[in-house]
T-cell receptor, first 111, second 112 residues
Framework: RKEVEQDPGPFNVPEGATVAFNCTYS??????FFWYRQDCRKEPKLLMS???SGNEDGRFTAQLNRASQYISLLIRDSKLSDSATYLC????????????FGPGTRLSVLP | NAGVTQTPKFRVLKTGQSMTLLCAQD?????MYWYRQDPGMGLRLIHY???????AKGEVPDGYNVSRLKKQNFLLGLESAAPSQTSVYFC???????????FGPGTRLTVL
């Protein structure tokens, strides 16, 4: 089993739609969690960290369920500019070195 | 601030050739990383460094060597390139007080 797995995608949604991505991780000792965004042929960039209580940043909401070892990202009111690949990233220790990246879920927002 | 830069951006090698990829950061970050990204797979860690003069192996270190002689630079070497090393290589850095990694624009390497 891969350490970090994500919805295979791609997700094709119309503008204004709400879309949710799921991510599961295998190591129960994992301590910190992130969503990165990667545009086509570009470098990954941090979208948001994921906190135990869940957190929101504008149209983006991230949730963590430690018991189920599950992370989610919800995007509301999708924009064309949200089209990208979303990478789930898990780290075993706070500020540790082992950041494990999921394969990514591609999102295309259609006009 | 340029952030994280990588040279070259593209390179084509023949099997058995050697090359060095250069990563430079101007954010005074302690930690630096080299990843490779292949289709359908997440970024995989090749080597990393927790400070000047120190390096350590990541998940897929075979066939690669690294050096961190200066804090701002992290070099990735391929001694004898193989077609399996065809990939996009990303360098990243981060500071000690944050978990956010800053990535360079990547190097697209093809080994024929």
């Amino acid at each position: 089993r891969k350490e970090v797995e994500q919805d295979p995608g791609p997700f094709n949604v119309p503008e204004g739609a709400t879309v949710a991505f799921n991510c599961t991780y295998s190591n129960s000792a994992s301590q910190s969690f992130f969503w990165y965004r990667q545009d086509c042929r570009k470098e990954p960039k941090l979208l948001m960290s994921v906190y135990s209580s869940g957190n929101e940043d504008g149209r983006f909401t991230a949730q963590l369920n430690r018991a189920s070892q599950y992370i989610s990202l919800l995007i509301r009111d999708s924009k064309l500019s949200d089209s990208a690949t979303y990478l789930c990233v898990v780290n075993m220790y706070d500020y540790g070195q082992n950041f494990v990246f999921g394969p990514g879920t591609r999102l295309s927002v259609l006009p | 601030n340029a952030g994280v830069t990588q040279t070259p951006k593209f390179r084509v090698l023949k099997t058995g050739q050697s090359m060095t990829l250069l990563c430079a950061q101007d954010m005074n970050h302690e930690y630096m990383y080299w990843y490779r990204q292949d289709p359908g797979m997440g970024l995989r860690l090749i080597h990393y460094s927790v400070g000047e003069g120190t390096t350590a192996k990541g998940e897929v270190p075979d066939g690669y060597n690294v050096s961190r002689l200066k804090k701002q630079n992290f070099l990735l070497g391929l001694e004898s390139a193989a077609p399996s090393q065809t990939s996009v290589y990303f360098c990243a850095s981060r500071g000690t007080s944050s978990s956010e990694q800053f990535f360079g624009p990547g190097t697209r390497l093809t080994v024929l």
